[in-house]
């Protein structure tokens, strides 16, 4: 990669080291101005009549998502995030009392609060699969218990937002397939920084967000429905564009993905998320994997080398997520220490995962997401300002 030529293409890159693309990424100067060219496109000439001109450039972000997901067009729908397209597909599932819901011990507060509500409304049961000794999915545990039988749904985040780890999401998958077991996969933080291979991985369903390391525009996002599956779930709700008025009692719903999608929508949002996801694609997904796994692991490096600081990263596979603390220091006292540096990090909070019941887990922590943009001197910066903190 030319990472100077990056960096200049990436104006935020001269506003701070910024290591928050767990968060929310820079955009390309490419990205902002697809976005902000439809919006002056719409004050001209009106938003139906822009969308009518860009429609096949809207169309062709189907492609672009099919492609970085090795999947067909019809079997992605454009969200306005990645909750949106998360919930679309749970609550579109037919639970039945009984049912069982295998999670994630470092499952995302908003997917274990849908998975509570289910149990309430549905009678279901929620089960943590145990973590093995790197912090991950337990696949043995996991292969126990869909033996039991009775497993109607895995849902798991493919990289937690919480740690470094990377969840062994084809090893789920051969064994969901295998019980017959429908398999979610949430990849709000892998998308962009992971290749996502769907017919590898295995999942029936994967969501994922535009804002985070494909470093497309906020509110935005995208669903994968495996085409063999979509016809047997049911939106949690319809419009005019996921079904048709077919007479006084009778409707019709649409048979691709499409059907989780609603007619009114960010046209400019949807494609600077294309515009974001081509570029990519360009790039390459392995490439770009290489480079945030080079830069991850030389800050971790870097910040296990300091007095009083531990990294709190788990897993056999890591991501370009960095979490640490620092002793006699809270979390969000580094936080405001590296911003006021003009080092852009975040805090999280380990202790909403409440599916997690380590003794032991940090309460907070610093995360520190880098990206391909990073460079070794941005790790040097916020290393030096961490050691004086």
């Given at each position: 990669?030319?990472?100077r030529?990056?960096?200049a293409m ?13 968060g ?5 100067e490419h ?10 496109l ?7 009549a ?18 970085l997901?090795n ?18 597909a749970?609550?579109s599932i ?5 049912d069982?819901?295998?999670?994630s ?13 289910a ?57 969901a ?54 016809t047997?779930?049911e939106?949690?709700?319809l ?11 009778t ?39 290489a480079?945030i796994?080079?830069?991850a ?9 300091l ?26 006292h ?8 003009a ?6 909070r ?9 003794s ?7 995360r ?7 460079t ?11 050691a004086?903190?």
């Open positions: 990669m030319d990472i030529h990056l960096r990436t104006p935020g890159c001269g506003e701070s080291a910024f290591f928050d693309n767990a929310s990424a820079l955009h390309t990205v902002t101005r697809t976005v902000v060219d439809h919006l002056m719409e004050a001209r000439i009106g938003g139906y822009a969308e009518d001109r860009e429609f096949e450039r809207t169309e062709g972000v189907y492609d672009s998502v099919a492609r997901l999947a067909r067009p019809e079997e992605i729908a454009l969200t306005d995030g990645a909750t949106r397209a998360w919930d679309m749970f609550y037919a639970f039945r009392p009984g069982r819901i295998l999670t011990r470092s499952e995302y507060p908003s997917n274990g609060l849908a998975f509570l509500q149990k309430q409304r549905h009678g279901v049961s929620v089960e943590p699969i145990p973590d093995d000794e790197h912090g991950q999915v337990d696949l043995d545990a996991l292969a126990a218990m869909l033996a039991e039988g009775g497993v109607r749904l895995i849902a798991v985040n493919h990289v937690p937002t919480y740690d470094g780890l990377v969840q062994p999401a084809a090893g789920i998958g051969a064994l397939r295998r019980a017959g077991a429908l398999y979610l996969l949430d990849a709000c933080q892998s998308a962009g920084q992971l290749p996502l291979d769907v017919r590898e991985i295995g999942c029936h369903l994967l969501s994922a967000a535009g804002r985070k390391y494909l470093r497309g525009p906020r509110g935005t996002g995208f669903l994968y429905v495996d085409r063999e599956l979509v047997q779930l939106p949690p709700q419009d005019l564009h996921s079904a048709t008025w077919t007479g006084p009692d409707f019709e719903i649409r048979p691709d993905a499409r059907r989780f999608e609603t007619w009114e929508r960010s046209i400019a949002g949807l494609l600077g998320l294309g515009a974001a996801v081509d570029e990519a694609l360009a790039l390459g997904l392995d490439p770009i994997r480079r796994d080079t830069l692991e030389r800050l971790r490096a870097g910040l296990s080398a007095d009083g600081v531990r990294v709190r990263d788990r897993g056999a596979v890591r991501s370009g997520i960095v979490t640490f603390t620092k002793e006699g220091r809270d979390a969000q580094l936080v405001d220490g590296l911003r006021a540096a080092v852009s990090t975040s805090l999280s380990p202790a909403g995962a409440k599916f997690d019941d380590r032991q887990k940090p309460t907070e922590v610093v520190a997401s880098a990206h391909y943009y990073n070794d001197e941005e790790i040097d910066r916020l290393l030096d300002v961490v004086k903190l």
